[in-house]
């Protein structure tokens, strides 16, 4: 198994630029989140899914759109970048069944480092 | 509103030593804690998690974790250390939403 594959690994836009993160797992895992990751402010969840079809908001979901037509991907779409959605942005996978709680394991991608000028 | 503190931006100690990385909670339910681990140019890998039952979880690499409801604490903690453990730690919190909560990290730095 590949785990939690994320492309680009790099990426640099101009602002007003959009473009799409995309995230991809073969583990089947129902649940799919996307966080950023900026220093001092640990991981902040963005948008998450919990089964193709169905999505919702986190904590900072202003400026990115997303989409769950498959279980395997969830790409995030930068809408117009701006200088502040500079960071480095996560996605994540997790079997939602595997405790019968909502205590679940996420398995994370290597990373997308962005940089909006 | 469900928060995760991490009192310290870094922690150094020496190889052989044990190591504490402190963690603290505020949620309105009952909490299910988490330890994950951040190696350089790396996504986040999980170390042990709390559900429920026995205080003491153990999970991966010898890691341990003590979760203490009064304090709303949530400790992680090794006997001896090694310098491969030198990475960033995020303590986390869910209490049975969707959401799980990441505190800012703590870099923990093993000198030899």
């Known amino acids: 198994n590949a785990g939690v594959t994320q492309t680009p690994k790099f990426q640099v836009l101009k602002t007003g630029q959009s473009m799409t993160l995309q995230c991809a797992q073969d583990m089947n895992h129902e649940y799919m989140s996307w966080y950023r990751q900026d220093p001092g402010m640990g991981l902040r969840l963005i948008h998450y899914?919990?089964?193709?079809?169905?999505?919702d908001q986190g904590e900072v979901p202003n400026g990115y759109n997303v989409s769950r037509s498959t279980t395997e991907d969830f790409p995030l779409r930068l809408l117009s970048a701006a200088p502040s959605q500079t960071s480095v942005y996560f996605c994540?996978?997790?079997?939602?069944?595997?405790?019968?709680?909502?205590?679940?394991?996420?398995?994370f991608g290597p990373g997308t480092r962005l940089t909006v000028l | 509103a469900q928060s995760v503190a991490q009192p310290e931006d870094q922690v150094n100690v020496a190889e052989g030593n044990p190591l504490t990385v402190k963690c603290t909670y505020s949620v309105s339910g009952n909490p299910y804690l988490f330890w994950y681990v951040q190696y350089p140019n790396r996504g986040l890998q999980f170390l042990l998690k709390y559900i429920t039952g026995d205080n003491l979880v153990k999970g991966s690499y010898g890691f341990e974790a003590e979760f203490n409801k009064s304090q709303t604490s949530f400790h992680l903690k090794k006997p001896s250390a090694l310098v491969s453990d030198s990475a960033l730690y995020f303590c986390?919190?869910?209490?049975?939403?969707?959401?799980?909560?990441f505190g800012a990290g703590t870099r923990l730095f093993v000198k030899a």
């Open positions: 899914s919990v089964g193709a079809g169905i999505t």
């Open positions: 986390a919190v869910n209490t049975g939403g969707f959401k799980t909560i």
């Open positions: 994540a996978s997790a079997p939602w069944s595997d405790s019968g709680t909502s205590a679940i394991t996420q398995y």
